[in-house]
């Protein structure tokens, strides 16, 4: 059906400014559109025109130093991305209005960070929706077991009733809704790897009781010489 052809297209300008070695201003203007999509207004994910997708300070060093404090407009990237993260394969791809604690010792990580996603919408300045909060500490420890990297991690969600659908009780209620987990990949010998994550959810949805679990297996083998 040549009605369901379109074409997406994204530009981006990065802009970093480092005063001092332990000091970073960072800025991502994004230009998101939809071409030839057969309607009047692509919404996204296919169209946010010019807005600001990142703007952040951040003290220390996130990814090597032993600890840093991100503020502001920012990318969140959780292991596989299966619970949080900036989704960036969809043309607009999210962000959060965040602080974010980072900390590095000796083989071992942890994030801690209280996040709201931002709220895309086309020709209008993006923001945050007052009380869509996630809050969150994800750990790694990358040497306790040779080869592999072990992720435990816990996450609270919240959501007002503005933004809750209705209950099977009936009516509109808050979400509060907490998720507690691991991420567990490796490598094998004879070239094997494996990836192994389970989540246990539990929490409320206005009268409702929140009770889900998740798992996601994979075990893979790369061949060398093909």
Partial sequence: NPEEGYLLGRTRFDLAVRPLSWLKFFGQAQDA???FQNVLHPVPSYQDT?????????IGDAKSGPAALTAGRQEINLGDQRLVGSSNWTNTARSFDAVRVSLHHAGLRLDAFAASVVDERDQELNHHTQGNNIHGLYGGLDSLIPGATIEPYSLWRLAPLSLSGATEHGGRGK???KTAGVRWVGKLPAGFDYNIE??????SFGLDTIDAWAGHWVLGQQFSSA
């Fill in 33 to 35: 559109r939809a071409f």
């Fill in 198 to 203: 389970m989540a246990k959810q539990y929490g």
């Fill in 50 to 58: 010019w807005d600001i997708r990142q703007a952040y300070v951040q």
């Fill in 175 to 177: 979400l509060n809704e």
